[in-house]
């Protein structure tokens, strides 16, 4: 499920991304637009200040014969200096700092001597340039001053020039400077600026709490229904197991031993993920394949075998077809491909396979050697560990067979792993290959099967009760066929129903075998078939046979037994 997920988590990852960059360029933009809006608030009073002693000037002119005592009471005048040319007058203004300065024209304004401020001189050399109003900010240690000047042109109409006597002197030039401490500005701005970045903070933190709720929501209503999805395809893969006894379990053992492989061969989480679905679903593939081939208890012929092949083919076609499982599709399509080429659907070879199907096909050839089939009896898992290591490089990966060696040797296998039926259902299909079409009894072709691959399955009875059934062809020429059938069926009911947990077998016609657990005496067998045969022309014969004294017993040497003189 992780790996579906990602994309989500991509998204929502993308708007964090993208709501966090919205809120960082708010905050920027908030912090630069603070700072001018303080250079502007320091403008604005800086020029306020000017026109506030323009306005006082002339109102003093105006209204008042002014002299130097009530210039100086007005404006707090600091004093008039002059030297080099310059003459400069500093009004009492602390809050803006107010200044007239006039300079000589063609006068060095840059020489050391001058008493001017640096950047007084800066702004006099504006002037000189372009004789208009201007400021700058002038960075000095901690603190930050906005400098600003607005020219004044020494003539018969400068109010200011005439309270110094400026305007007979003429050849001056120059204006009223302030300087505007811009620290008080600045901090009230940037507290300004702060408070409204806390609530863009916590508008982010909002932001991104929505977010992962959204997240945690959508993705877990995703997770549900995928969940769902998989359980019901999972539940279709047990069901197909549950067609065939071999294949019950299947999957789960294939999936536990490709994650000890994948963890031995350090594949990542992710891929192992991917290895584990793949195996939960390498064979939904089967549910096409028919009963009479996938139930087949024995060996399957060429044509069976080539049938069941295309099981990968169509799992492929099931899973690419499905968004969730199209990451699954080609590891399942190649879990039977061999390492040298010589595998199926495509013959791919070495590293043409995806490395996840080789693996899988490891797994698979593990769990299907140490499985009970009735054809063939399962290996310990040293002999399968063996069979791996033989097969190297020809159906298997080398590098993942030493990973076999490794962790698949340590693993212990449940024992009762068999295709023998156990369930009632399970001997109902059973019988579609192993039982008589007439009686329902085991037929001749099961008990070949236990006699030579079976043979622990043929420990647990201890006896085998040999019964001839005579003069049937005389009992069907009286009767007929059809009442022949019938009274085969009988007699078969009748040995069915004689004791509990034994196998009843009808061989060469009319002949039958119990397998039994215990040996029953001479009076249970003259009333075993009494009831079938009275009142007919047919009798019975009875021979038993002690199993583990005869175990190399066969059915060549059962026939000659069966029909030795009693």
């Known amino acids: 499920m992780i790996i579906k997920m990602k994309p989500l988590k991509k998204v929502a990852l993308t708007v964090v991304v993208f709501w966090t960059i919205i809120v960082t360029t708010l905050t920027v933009n908030l912090i630069i637009s603070s700072k001018k809006s303080a250079v502007k608030n320091a403008k ?18 105006s209204d008042y014969q002014i002299n130097d005592m009530s210039l100086s009471r007005q404006f707090d005048l600091k004093g008039l200096e002059s030297n080099s040319g310059v003459v400069s007058i500093e009004l009492g203004i602390e809050k803006p700092k107010v200044s007239l300065v006039f300079v000589q024209e063609n006068s060095n304004v840059s020489n050391q001597n001058t008493f001017l401020d640096e950047w007084q001189k800066k702004l006099l050399g504006v002037l000189i340039d372009r004789n208009e109003t201007t400021y700058f900010i002038d960075e000095k240690g901690q603190s930050s001053f906005l400098r600003a000047v607005e020219p004044r042109a020494v003539d018969q109409d400068c109010q ?14 120059g204006g009223v400077f302030v300087s505007v401490n811009m620290n008080q500005y600045l901090s009230e701005a940037y507290l300004h600026a702060w408070t409204m970045i806390r609530n863009i903070g916590i508008i982010w933190v909002l932001g991104i709490a929505a977010i992962i709720y959204g997240y945690k929501k959508t993705s877990s209503a995703v997770s549900k229904k995928l969940r769902s999805y998989e359980e019901s395809v999972f539940n279709l893969v047990d069901i197909i197991e549950k067609r065939d006894s071999y294949t019950a379990g299947h999957t789960r053992r294939v999936a536990k031993y490709a994650m000890l492989l994948a963890e031995e061969l350090n594949v990542s989480s992710i891929k192992k993920e991917l290895l584990y679905r793949a195996s939960m679903l390498h064979d939904i593939g089967k549910i096409s394949t028919p009963d009479s081939i996938l139930l087949k208890p024995g060996k399957l012929s060429d044509l069976e075998y080539k049938i069941i092949k295309n099981h990968v083919t169509t799992s492929y076609e099931i899973l690419s077809k499905v968004s969730i499982y199209k990451d699954l599709a080609e590891i399942v399509r190649h879990h039977h491909e061999y390492y040298d080429g010589s595998g199926y659907p495509q ?6 396979i995806p490395f996840l199907s080789q693996i899988l096909t490891v797994a698979d050839g593990f769990d299907a050697m140490t499985t009970d089939r009735i054809y063939k009896g399962r290996k310990s898992v040293q002999e399968a560990i063996q069979e791996i290591s033989k097969l190297s490089g020809q159906q298997f990966n080398p590098v993942i067979v030493q990973s076999a060696i490794n962790v698949l040797s340590k693993v212990n296998t449940d024992r009762k792993i068999s295709q023998l039926p156990e369930s009632d ?3 109902e299909r059973f019988s579609y ?3 008589d079409n007439v009686t329902h009894a085991y037929n001749q072709r099961y008990l070949e099967l236990l006699l030579s691959k079976q043979k622990q399955e043929l420990k647990k009875y201890r006896y085998a009760l040999l ?10 020429s009286e009767h007929s066929w059809n009442k022949g059938d019938e009274k085969l069926i009988e007699i ?3 040995l069915q129903k004689f004791e509990e947990n034994h196998l009843v077998f009808r061989l060469f016609g009319d002949d039958f075998i119990l397998l039994l657990k215990r040996k ?7 009333e075993l078939l009494r009831k079938e045969v009275k009142g007919t022309c047919l009798y019975y014969s009875t021979r038993y046979i002690d199993l583990p004294e005869n175990k190399l017993i066969n059915m060549e040497e059962l026939e000659k037994i069966m029909h030795m003189p009693e």
């Open 520 to 526: 029953i005496d001479s009076s249970e067998r003259e």
């Open 347 to 352: 013959g791919l070879k070495g590293g043409e």
């Open 492 to 494: 078969v009911n009748s």
């Open 433 to 435: 290959f192993y039982k």
């Open 467 to 476: 019964i001839r059934v005579h003069n049937f062809s005389k009992y069907n």
């Open 425 to 427: 259902l399970q001997h």
């Open 160 to 173: 200011i020039c005439s309270l110094v006597g400026l305007e007979k002197k003429g050849g001056y030039f």
């Open 44 to 61: 604005d009073d800086a020029f306020s200040a000017i026109e506030h002693i323009d306005a006082t000037i002339k109102l003093l002119i």
